[in-house]
């Protein structure tokens, strides 16, 4: 059974689309959230888990045994790559603004194009290089001001920290994703990663004392919101089109995630974007653009 037989009829540009606008609803709902960090990222992969292993386990079940030990393996660490960006970037939103946060942490391009050349033996072409540095060049003007005043964040620095580390693990996610999904099909691929991630994060979760339980209704509806949205029409969708897109690619159009999330900050959490926000998104998008065609 081979990846195709997993795609749906759409484009994969389109495919992508779709996950971009349902990744940027992560940072709102995260921040709705008053539950620990860990707790908030271990139930949105969890969940995710949840929705999808049904119909893995019931309609592709003969597709778990042909995936070999190696890429096993590598879906594994996937897995660890995508707890640790969880953990890291969820704690990053109770320091630093939206805009600050979610831009930083979309810096995952840098990595990627050098992993991608390092070690997918990908050639990164002159107008791929150019969209890349036009978008990330707008990824600063945008959190420009954040990154000077944090617009009133408690610890913006540390904030900030923790989004570049997020964009280091993404980036090791998004790599991985690129080399195994040319030969594991795309359900058995991320029931496997976010199991993986799951572990982990229930792990560090219970380790460092984090309660699991007496969380109000409003909480769990949230946890489930952040599987369905950025969880499954998000990452789910994206490791779908990392098997037709280069990772360079995919990764820059990910770069229109801050530009959503700062407009639904902006509605929904009365966060206004500054003028270098404004500007830096429309350069962002550009980037995406020269980029994608």
Known sequence: MTASE???????????????????????????????????????VLFTVCLLAPVAFVRHRDAFEKISRRDLVAASGAGVALAAHFASWFESLNHTTVAASVTLVQAQPLFVV?????????????????????????????????LVTASGAPRPLLGNALAIVGAVTAAAYVLTGRSVRSR??????????????????????????????????????????????????????????????????????LLGEPVGSTILALFLLGEIPTLPTVV????????????ST
Do not use: Q
């Open 280 to 291: 830096g998104g429309a350069v962002v998008l550009a980037g995406i653009y020269v980029t």
């Open 114 to 146: 050098v992993g991608a050349w390092a070690f997918l033996d990908e050639r990164v072409s002159r107008r791929t290089t150019l969209g890349i540095g036009v978008a990330l060049a707008g990824m600063v003007v945008m959190s420009l001001s954040d």
């Open 184 to 253: 594991v099909a795309l359900v058995p691929y991320v029931v496997v990663v976010y199991s993986v991630c799951a572990v982990v994060l229930l792990t560090v979760t219970v380790a460092r004392g984090d309660p699991l339980s007496g969380y109000p209704a409003r909480e769990w509806l949230l946890f489930l919101g952040m599987a369905i949205g950025p969880g499954i029409f998000g990452h789910t969708v994206i490791n779908w089109a990392l098997a037709h897109l280069e990772s360079s690619v995919v990764s820059v159009s």
């Open 6 to 44: 997993y795609d749906a009829p759409i484009s994969p540009l389109g495919g992508l689309s779709i996950a971009i606008l349902a990744v940027s609803t992560s940072a709102i709902l995260v921040r709705w959230s008053a539950a620990p960090s860990l707790v908030k990222a271990f139930y949105r």
